[in-house]
């Protein structure tokens, strides 16, 4: 196998580890060869503790000032950089990058397409895959996530389960439960069945709407279609998503009439729930 970077004499101390500077040997084209090479042959990486921690394989690499160390591996097409970290026993792999000052460690594993940025913190045994982290998002314990966007300040964690959603916000999502095709924002508070409910295709742009508890005990709403149209409100209330809805479908007596009655079996479900609708 052709080496494709060197250990240089560079090295740095963190966490009691001992990491090297790397330097190419030779071209790496990340986006396929039809382009430019993005790392040249002589050009300085990032920092890594062994040759355990970067694959000479594919088109993976450590760049500017960030780490990969313990047993941590970095390898198919996985990019880290900016003055992120990657240690202990986690994963990075496939086109994932992670950059900004994030953190992956634990055994995490980060593969796919995803893209952790910002303050994003991915650690335990959590696993994301072809989704977003970004804001000071974090995901743990045994999270799994997939074609998912987080960002704001939220937290993941316990067994949950979420899928094709979309989570911002000081949202928390813990314990044992499976959440899809949902947009979660704000202080959402979920952590068993019960506590959200998503309706696919709903509205005449055929998105989906979720109805979810917080923490302070109000249900709220989101329903990308309204706030489109009106986008100085969430609903924070089955209420306002009331009102919301009348204007938005003023003009369409079908779809004013199906709100209506959205809201009304909302307030059925949260029955025991509901405060302040």
């Given at each position: 196998?052709?080496?494709k970077y060197i250990l240089t004499e560079n090295t740095k101390e ?27 042959s002589g050009e300085l990486g990032g920092w890594i503790e062994s ?136 202080n959402a508070d979920i952590s068993k069945p019960g506590d959200y ?81």
């Amino acid at each position: 196998m052709k080496r494709k970077y060197i250990l240089t004499e560079n090295t740095k101390e963190i966490d009691g580890h001992t990491l090297y500077q790397i330097k190419a040997v030779k071209d790496i084209y990340i986006n396929g060869e039809d382009e430019e090479p993005e790392v040249e042959s002589g050009e300085l990486g990032g920092w890594i503790e062994s040759e355990e921690n970067l694959s000479h394989k594919g088109s993976c690499w450590v760049d500017n000032d960030s780490c990969v160390y313990g047993k941590a591996k970095v390898y198919g097409g996985g990019i880290i950089s900016g003055d992120a970290i990657v240690c202990e026993n986690a994963e990075v792999c496939d086109r994932a990058s992670v950059h900004g000052s994030s953190k992956i460690r634990g055994n995490a594993v980060v593969c796919g397409n995803s893209s952790i940025f910002e303050f994003g913190i991915v650690e335990g045994d959590a696993y994301v895959k072809n989704s977003s982290v970004s804001g000071r998002s974090k995901i743990y314990g045994h999270a799994y996530v997939k074609e998912s966007i987080l960002y704001g300040d939220t937290r993941i964690c316990g067994n949950t389960h979420i899928e094709n959603s979309e989570i911002f916000g000081f949202a928390k999502i813990y314990g044992d439960i499976r959440v899809k095709s949902a947009i979660l924002y704000d202080n959402a508070d979920i952590s068993k069945p019960g506590d959200y409910f998503s309706i696919n295709g709903f509205g005449m742009s055929g998105k989906s709407v979720t109805f979810f508890k917080s923490d302070d005990g109000k249900v709220k709403t989101s329903l990308p279609e309204l706030y489109e149209a009106y986008p100085y409100a969430f609903a924070e209330s089955v209420n306002s998503f009331k009102s919301i809805a009348a204007e938005c479908y003023k003009r369409d007596k079908i779809w004013a009439d199906r709100a209506s009655m959205l809201a009304e079996f909302a307030e059925k479900y949260f029955a025991e729930k509901c405060i302040n609708k």
